[in-house]
């Protein structure tokens, strides 16, 4: 079964870097893009970067663009997500996601349980 | 970007009751719609895909439609356990994608 385990959350200052892991098992984790989604303290949903499958494409949403990169190591079932230049406003659940797809359109389909990032001086 | 806006933010509804939750996009998104289901203290769980394909495993009460900018989450005879909140999420062409604000579904 599909096992998706984030790590690396903390709490960080404003202006500082954090880097999450998500450990994949129990799929062929080459084959599957992967998707980083996030939710701030009882609030809803926010999409963050997408990677395809072999990470030579990478998307990001507006509000973390030029901050935030995600790569993958495809030899360690491992995404990754480095946060730079962090804002208050980053402080959230940070969620990895594998693709869901069907006709080369793709969406989160299994989540992992998430892991907490905490901006604050 | 593209914008998915929910209705209602919140409803309290009754056991058995049907429930229609609405997710309307912001432009024309074909079928590239799909609806999870957040418990509390929970992951979210992928609902139904591409509008209205099923998901193995998901109560057959739970069901979708709509193309184009407008659709629908509809849960026939509501259970207790189905209390959660409700996102829609769009996939449309290359990202970014976005989700809708959700909708909270109260059981009373």
């Known amino acids: 079964q599909v096992q998706l385990v984030e790590s690396g959350g903390g709490v960080v200052q404003p202006g500082g870097s954090l880097r999450l892991s998500c450990a994949a098992s129990?799929?062929?984790?080459?084959?599957?893009?992967m998707h980083w989604v996030r939710q701030a303290p009882g609030k809803g949903l926010e999409w963050v970067a997408y990677?395809?499958?072999?990470?030579?494409?990478?998307y990001y949403a507006d509000y973390v663009k030029g901050r935030f990169t995600i790569s993958r190591d495809n030899s360690k079932n491992t995404l990754y997500l480095l946060m730079n230049s962090l804002r208050t406003e980053d402080t959230a659940m940070y969620y990895c996601?594998?693709?869901?797809?069907?006709?080369?359109?793709?969406?989160?389909?299994?989540w992992g349980q998430g892991t907490l990032v905490t901006v604050s001086s | 970007e593209i914008v998915l806006t929910q209705s209602p933010d919140f409803q309290s509804v009754t056991p058995k009751e049907k429930v229609t939750i609405t997710c309307r996009a912001s432009?024309?998104?074909?079928?590239?719609l799909h609806w999870y289901q957040q418990k509390p203290d929970q992951s979210p769980k992928l609902l139904i895909r591409y509008a209205s394909q099923s998901i193995s495993g998901v109560p057959s009460r739970f069901s979708g439609s709509g193309s184009g900018t407008d659709f629908t989450l509809t849960i026939n005879s509501l259970e207790a356990e189905d209390a959660a909140t409700y996102y829609c999420?769009?996939?449309?062409?290359?990202?970014?994608?976005?989700f809708g604000q959700g909708t909270k579904l109260e059981i009373k």
């Open positions: 129990g799929f062929t984790f080459s084959s599957y893009g």
């Open positions: 432009q024309s998104i074909g079928s590239t």
């Open positions: 990677v395809r499958n072999d990470g030579t494409k990478k």
């Open positions: 996601a594998k693709d869901d797809c069907s006709g080369g359109n793709c969406h989160p389909g299994d």
């Open positions: 999420h769009q996939s449309s062409g290359l990202p970014p994608y976005s």
